[in-house]
């Protein structure tokens, strides 16, 4: 999936692309501990502190996945490429037109569907997945039908009738293609089974997203100590690659400035870091296969003591107090919905409503091996929390032509309330409170 960074720099100029791209050539290995900033230099690798998922682990997933298919009358789910593959097998398969999948049915074995000439990769990664044992595995040949071959699997099992759950990643031709083959069978979706698992995290996964956040925090310091005016968002964002190389862990951010802070998701405008400047950073890293997602907004340098600056500390204020709000809101049982409306009353009694007018989109997102997964913190969303689930706390203002603040943190519901991986961000000229 393209990241948000890469997705604004695909409308940078040829020769800004073509310097990015001698400059990334360049920070494949980072530079001697000479040559970075001070501030990054000192960051140590947290790499050790990070352990990977088991397979006992997946075996325990798979096991509530089909107490999930039970309890929502399916006979069946079908993996494909994607996360949800990847967190019930540990296999990180791609493979464009060519169909690879895992049948795991309700109470049957499992099965997979493999290209013939891929069988070693497959079985390769299979090695590590939770049926590791003894292996189901059909393959096809080029000029063979995948489809006809699931669904002999189905027939084997007697389930060709049966209730099936797809994936929601699906790319539409698998999906036909397997439709066509077993048109007896019943297509809805999986997600009450895939989401019904990755939304409750384990004690592991929460240890793994909480090192995320943490790394992703002292990266953004080390960074923020590092800006000097004249840099360009593409600088920093070179200077927050090193610091994770530094910390042991691949991520990277996207950087906006002044008025192009008002876009929540940035522009590929080229913009320059001054004196005074707001500056808003955004996205997180890869630990395990758990991601962060945290954003910081900060001035370089003191507040100007002006109008303009008293309205920037103002903001701040309001934003940080919609993020208080919505972490005191959120304990299980409630709906994600009602955590959203607590941000959005706050922001909206200051003089920043209604509803979607400054504050420009929802409060949050589900956050795991995705960036981006279940739970939506969105009005209208009814789903409950519960214990362990964990999303983005993300509340901004937006003014169009002036700045927008957002502040992020990762959120984790626990059995009386919720927590921050992170502390909330103090100020615009003490983003990290290390003044």
């Not at 000479?34 to 096991?63: F, G, H, M, Q, Y």
């Not at 100007?304 to 600056?309: A, D, R």
């Amino acid at each position: 999936m393209i990241s948000r960074r890469q997705l604004l720099q695909v409308g940078v100029t040829a020769a800004a692309s073509a310097s990015a791209r001698l400059a990334a050539a360049g920070a494949l290995e980072p530079p001697q501990n000479s040559s970075l900033p001070p501030s990054i230099a000192a960051l140590k690798s947290r790499k050790a502190e990070a352990n990977p998922i088991t397979r006992d682990e997946r075996r325990e997933r798979i096991e509530r996945a089909r107490k999930l298919m039970f309890e929502n009358s399916l006979d069946a789910i079908i993996l494909m490429e994607g996360t949800s593959l990847r967190y019930f097998t540990g296999i990180r398969w791609w493979g464009g037109e060519r169909m690879f999948g895992l049948v795991l049915p309700a109470e049957a074995s499992s099965y997979y569907v493999c290209p013939a000439f891929e069988e070693s990769r497959a079985r390769e990664q299979i090695a590590n997945a939770p049926d590791a044992d003894k292996p189901d595995i059909r393959t096809w040949e080029e000029s063979e039908s995948p489809y006809q071959l699931l669904a002999q699997g189905l027939k084997d099992r007697g389930l060709a009738t049966g209730r099936i759950g797809v994936e929601e990643t699906f790319r539409f031709v698998f999906f036909d293609g397997i439709a066509k083959a077993v048109p007896r069978a019943t297509f809805t979706s999986a997600t009450p089974v895939t989401a019904g698992c990755r939304m409750i995290k384990s004690a592991h996964e929460i240890a793994l997203m909480r090192l995320a956040a943490q790394v992703t925090l002292a990266a953004y310091e080390a960074v923020y100590h590092a800006l000097r005016e004249g840099m360009t968002q593409h600088q920093v964002s070179d200077l927050i690659d090193l610091a994770y190389k530094q910390l042991g862990f691949p991520g990277e951010a996207s950087v906006q400035v002044d008025a192009y802070t008002a876009l929540p998701h940035g522009s590929a405008t080229p913009q320059i870091i001054r004196e005074g400047s707001i500056i808003m950073i955004d996205d997180g890293c890869t630990v395990e296969g758990y991601q962060s997602d945290i954003t910081r907004t900060f001035l370089l340098g003191n507040v100007p003591s002006n109008q303009s600056g008293d309205k920037m500390k103002k903001v701040f204020d309001i934003v940080h107090g919609a993020q208080a709000a919505a972490l005191s809101t959120a304990h299980p049982g409630v709906e994600c919905g009602t955590v959203d409306a607590a941000a959005r009353k706050v922001i909206a009694d200051a003089g920043y409503g209604p509803d979607y007018k400054y504050f420009t989109h929802r409060l949050g997102h589900g956050l795991g091996m995705d960036g981006h997964e279940w739970p939506y913190l969105v009005r209208g969303n009814t789903i409950k929390l519960q214990p362990n689930i964990t999303t983005s706390n993300e509340p901004g203002i937006y003014i169009p032509g002036e700045f927008g603040i957002r502040l992020e943190d990762d959120m984790h519901v626990t059995e009386n309330g919720a927590e921050l991986f992170t502390p909330q961000s103090p100020s615009l000229e003490d983003p990290f409170g290390k003044r």
